[in-house]
């Protein structure tokens, strides 16, 4: 088995966010790093102390939970309640929706203002392809 040689890494251009643990219960540490710095980490492994620790790209997407658009939460929503199954104006709590008539609240509004070329609707925020 070949090991791939180390990668050295200076404090330079690396800032420590927070931990935090996965669904799995695995320890996760996010860091910001300059454009040079993430470019060493692609597909790489990194050492901490005694550990290799994989390496992947983290993103937080802020959905709010009031009207289920992205991008800003609900103490400062300006939008109407929207029920994230059904795209329809009353709470998740309260949604009779079954399965086959989940309609994605995001892709909704972006077919009312794009009629030339509109996209699939019918499944939820909480889809995964």
């Not at 050295?8 to 996760?28: L, Q, W």
């Not at 102390?49 to 959905?63: L, Q, S």
């Not at 309609?103 to 939820?124: G, V």
Request: proline share 2%.
């Amino acid at each position: 088995m070949k090991l791939k040689s180390e990668l050295c890494v200076e404090n330079e251009g690396i800032t420590t966010r927070y931990p935090f643990k996965d669904k799995r219960k695995a320890y996760n540490l996010v860091i910001n790093v300059n454009s040079t710095k993430r470019m060493k980490f692609s597909w790489k492994k990194l050492k901490l102390g005694w550990n290799m620790c994989n390496v992947d790209d983290y993103i937080k997407i802020n959905r709010c939970y009031k009207c289920s658009k992205y991008n800003h939460r609900a103490q400062k929503c300006k939008g109407d309640l929207t029920c994230p199954i059904f795209a329809e104006n009353h709470s998740l709590h309260q949604c009779m929706a079954s399965k086959g008539q989940c309609k994605y609240i995001n892709i909704t509004t972006f077919n009312k203002y794009n009629h030339k070329s509109p996209i699939h609707a019918k499944h939820s925020f909480l889809y995964i392809s």
